[in-house]
């Protein structure tokens, strides 16, 4: 016997939110399948929320920086919720729906307990998204992981880095600072 999961669509998932089926439940919506979200730590909060400050230094204006907020990917009935999600300025646009991939520069997940689900799931699912640039700041190694070049479900290029600075594929001329994000 053959075991099969059930699927759900983004406006079932967005029906269950609305009646209050997930109510006190960390979850997120990835490749269709309604998964549990790891609890937020010290280390977590904290990197991420640092994270989110230096970034809204850096890029001012010319972005909006979404903290733990819902990105939605209609082409694999995702909505996860990304640490990080560095989008178009949009405005009220915002409150029809929520980021899509063409509304994205790049993502961030701060990864400590999740770092399988970022490398593999999250990662797969923002890949067939076409989102340009995927980074998770792995915590327990001190490195950042940077994702570029999304072709065929995956990113075609990893950099890991320690040191030194980078810039993101939407801002070339801003220089962000590896240590800066992974400063302890």
Do not use: C
């Not at 099969?4 to 029906?15: G, M, N, P, S, V």
């Not at 923002?126 to 980074?135: G, L, M, S, V």
């Not at 001190?142 to 880095?161: H, K, M, T």
Request: aromatic share 8%; proline share 6%; no cysteine.
């Amino acid at each position: 016997m053959s075991v099969t999961i059930a699927k759900w669509t983004l406006d079932e998932y967005h029906r269950m939110i609305e009646v209050g089926l997930l109510d006190d439940r960390q979850v997120e919506l990835l490749n269709g399948e309604i998964v549990e979200m790891s609890p937020e730590g010290e280390p977590h909060a904290y990197f991420s929320h640092e994270a989110a400050k230096y970034l809204g230094r850096l890029l001012g204006d010319r972005a909006d920086i979404r903290q733990g907020k819902p990105i939605t990917i209609p082409t694999s009935t995702s909505e996860p919720e990304p640490d990080l999600a560095i989008v178009q300025v949009l405005g009220r646009e915002y409150l029809q729906h929520h980021p899509y991939p063409e509304n994205i520069f790049w993502l961030i997940e701060s990864s400590n307990a999740s770092l399988s689900k970022d490398t593999s799931a999250k990662r797969k699912a923002y890949a067939a998204a076409n989102i340009r640039e995927y980074w998770i700041m792995d915590l327990k190694h001190y490195q950042l992981r940077v994702f570029r070049d999304p072709a065929n479900g995956d990113y075609q290029s990893e950099l890991i880095l320690t040191t030194g600075t980078i810039s993101p594929l939407a801002f070339p001329g801003i220089e962000i600072s590896v240590q800066q994000l992974l400063e302890r």
